[in-house]
């Protein structure tokens, strides 16, 4: 630790700070995520379920923290998909890095199921009241 009053002078060797926040150095950079997934609405079930495990599964192994998954149910598109009016609408959330989120777009973008998804990096500020409000929940 430098002496009271010294400066620190940042390394000219290019390595990055080990204390640094990031992905430079330091803890990973962890973000909130939420996902809507479109699946065909004449997929049965059990392949609803088969990408949605799969798609928690792809968040944990690259060492997310899935969040609660809330089905919508079939709901009209506000215009055709693949000749398609209707779609099976799930949505999730999730912590996890960056590269967690490729990964799961990669996956979603291969399933023959899905029709359209979209991952949204949630704002810091939306993430925590969404926490804060079900923790309250649970307490009541």
């Keep these: 630790m430098p002496a009271a009053g010294t400066l620190t002078l940042p ?8 204390s640094a926040p990031g992905p430079e150095g330091g ?5 909130p995520y939420e996902v809507m997934v ?14 949605l495990d799969r798609s928690v599964d792809v968040v944990r192994t690259n060492g997310g923290n899935p969040g609660a998954v809330n089905r919508w149910g ?10 398609k009016r209707e779609g099976y609408y799930v949505v999730f959330e999730y912590t996890a890095e960056p ?11 291969l399933a023959d ?16 009241r969404r926490s804060q409000v079900a923790a309250a929940a649970e307490a009541s």
């Excluded at 390394?11 to 080990?18: H, I, L």
């Excluded at 590269?99 to 973008?109: F, G, H, I, P, Y």
């Excluded at 199921?113 to 925590?128: M, N, S, T």
């Design 11 to 18: 390394r000219r060797d290019g390595a990055p700070d080990a």
């Design 27 to 31: 803890e990973p950079l962890v973000r």
């Design 38 to 51: 479109v699946f065909d609405p004449e997929a049965e079930e059990s392949a609803v379920t088969a990408v």
């Design 74 to 83: 079939k709901r009209t598109l506000a215009y055709e998909i693949r000749k």
């Design 99 to 109: 590269k967690a989120s490729a990964e799961l777009d990669r996956l979603l973008t």
């Design 113 to 128: 199921e899905v029709i359209r998804h979209k991952i949204i990096r949630l704002p810091d500020k939306v993430a925590g």
